[in-house]
């Protein structure tokens, strides 16, 4: 057996063993003011007792930033995302499987297309050990549009 040959077929066997995951980025809009939606966001994971790591201002920076790269697209009116996590849910499903490690922190985006309804999304991992994140995620931003 040639070496390119044992190549291929520990590529293939690694492929057929490894399931397949898709990922989803699940979102929910909400009529009210986009200021009002992200300290609604922010609210709800404090709330909760976690702390938010980052905040980021996404799309204040690609506005800032929109003429420096040559475009004249408006892409938000607003675009914020919280990065933070939880120490008990993380070891809970660090515990269940210690790759879960590449989905920390969790992330909400809140975030508002011109003319259109204020979006807050987050992702819903595939991977069954992560139920437990794709649960808080989806309280949070329950808890966030509930108002």
Same mark, same amino acid.
């Given at each position: *057996?040639? +070496? *390119? ?7 293939? +066997? ?31 994971? %404090?709330? =909760?007792? +976690? ?14 930033? =929109?003429?420096? %790269? ?20 993380? =070891? ?32 819903? =991992?595939?991977?069954?050990? *992560? ?9 949070? %931003?329950?808890?966030? +549009?509930?108002?």
């Amino acid at each position: *057996m040639t +070496l *390119m040959t044992r190549v291929l077929s520990v590529a293939a +066997l690694i492929c057929a063993t490894t399931p397949a995951v898709a990922d989803e980025f699940v979102t929910a809009t909400s009529e009210e003011a986009f200021e009002d939606v992200t300290f609604a966001v922010e609210s709800a994971i %404090v709330g =909760r007792g +976690l702390v938010i790591d980052s905040h980021t201002h996404t799309g204040d920076m690609l506005e800032r930033t =929109r003429a420096d %790269v040559g475009s004249d697209v408006v892409l938000f009116d607003g675009a914020e995302i919280f990065l933070f996590c939880s120490a008990e849910v993380s =070891r809970k499903v660090m515990e269940a499987d210690p790759t879960n490690i590449r989905y920390c922190p969790y992330a909400i985006t809140v975030y508002q297309r011109p003319g259109e309804a204020v979006t807050v999304g987050f992702m819903l =991992r595939d991977e069954p050990t *992560m139920a437990p994140v794709n649960d808080l995620l989806q309280g949070l %931003v329950a808890d966030a +549009l509930a108002g």
